[in-house]
């Protein structure tokens, strides 16, 4: 099973700054199927990168993903208010998918 | 637009079968390459892959409840299922059916108590 750890566990920013979030995988990911979901408090997950790389249809291009291999990136370019929420990233690249525990991006 | 609705029982007794299912609208599950999963989510805590079914019907599901869990798929009714036996408090969770990683159900909130 390949286990994700994402870093930092909580982010502190404030709106009009740039987020960084980690995910990083226990062995190689398959054709880097990775990808990062957005939740609110009451709402389901939304996916906004898939692919490692490509934005899922109608999210902003503020939003980035990159990385390969073990490591990967959520780059939140410039925050808006309503970015502050929890990210998860999830590998579908193993016939058992898995989740990272999750980042907390609050302001600050 | 794919949309997925979970449906079942809010309350499950300890050491009974929690059963649920998830319609599927805008879509078939009989498409090819789809994948068809269940995760749930314990009150105010992470994101846990409890299994999928894929359009050929191969099963896969977390190491850790594997004894435990059953998805199957009612073509005829455009559902699939999941089933998870000998429920305790642990159980206690949020439950979303999702198709791939791309489109989410709502979730059902499934309460394991006498």
């Known amino acids: 099973e390949i286990v994700l750890t994402q870093s930092p566990g909580t982010l502190s920013l404030s709106p009009g700054e740039r987020a960084t979030l980690s995910c990083r995988a226990s062995?190689?990911?398959?054709?880097?199927?990775l990808a990062w979901h957005q939740q609110k408090p009451g709402q389901a997950p939304r996916l906004l990168i898939l692919?490692?790389?490509s934005r899922a249809t109608g999210i902003p291009d503020r939003f980035s993903g990159s990385g390969s291999g073990t490591d990967f990136t959520l780059t939140i370019s410039r925050l808006e208010p309503e970015d502050f929420a929890v990210y998860y990233c999830?590998?579908?690249?193993?016939?058992?998918?898995?989740f990272g525990q999750g980042t907390k991006l609050e302001i600050k | 637009q794919v949309q997925l609705q979970e449906s079942g029982p809010g309350l499950v007794k300890p050491s009974e079968t929690l059963s649920l299912t998830c319609t599927v609208s805008?879509?078939?599950?009989?498409?090819?390459?789809?994948?068809w999963s269940w995760i749930r989510q314990p009150p105010g805590k992470g994101l846990e892959w409890i299994g999928y079914?894929?359009?050929?019907?191969?099963?896969n599901y977390n190491p850790s409840l594997k004894s435990r869990v059953t998805i199957s798929v009612d073509t005829s009714k455009n559902q699939f299922s999941l089933k998870l036996t000998s429920v305790t408090a642990a159980d206690t969770a949020m439950y979303y059916c999702?198709?791939?990683?791309?489109?989410w159900g709502q979730g059902t909130l499934v309460t394991v108590s006498s």
């Open positions: 999702a198709r791939g990683v791309s489109y």
């Open positions: 805008g879509g078939s599950v009989s498409s090819g390459s789809s994948y």
């Open positions: 079914i894929n359009y050929n019907g191969i099963t």
């Open positions: 062995q190689n990911i398959n054709n880097n199927y």
């Open positions: 692919g490692a790389s």
């Open positions: 999830q590998q579908y690249g193993s016939s058992t998918y898995t």
